[in-house]
């Protein structure tokens, strides 16, 4: 069995870097999705529309996607609503403390050498790593 490029995960990869350097580029903002978020919670005058259409382009091109032909990952089911609103409470509680979330630090301060996005990445990975083999391994 030979290895397989995952097409995929590459055209995704390559479409998030162009869409968050021609942001970076064209507006000056950071394609991270927490902040983006919160910017409508908490609107600014003028920050509205771009963020709306930002958030319906996340949404809408997974759609179109599915339309010409890209398979979607597997919609596993909930067993808890309760617990699934708690993990988005720390998620949202752990974005706050750490400035920022996976897209904002992973994608966008790691492609301008921010030291402190490239700190947040190391314990984003060793986290999930750790989360994968506890797990696997040990539940």
Sequence with gaps: MGFEIPWDALFGGMLLGLSASLLLMFSGRVAGISGIVSGLL???????????????????????????GFELPEVLPVSSFFWVGIAGLLVGIGTKIGNGCTSGHGICGM?????????????????????????MHLL
């Design 42 to 68: 908490k609107p600014v005058r003028g920050e509205v529309l771009w963020r709306v259409l930002f958030v319906i382009g996340m949404i809408s091109s997974g759609l179109l996607a599915a339309q010409i």
């Design 111 to 135: 492609g301008r050498l921010s030291g402190r996005s490239i700190v947040a990445t190391c314990v984003f990975m060793a986290v999930a790593i750790a989360t994968v083999f506890v797990r």
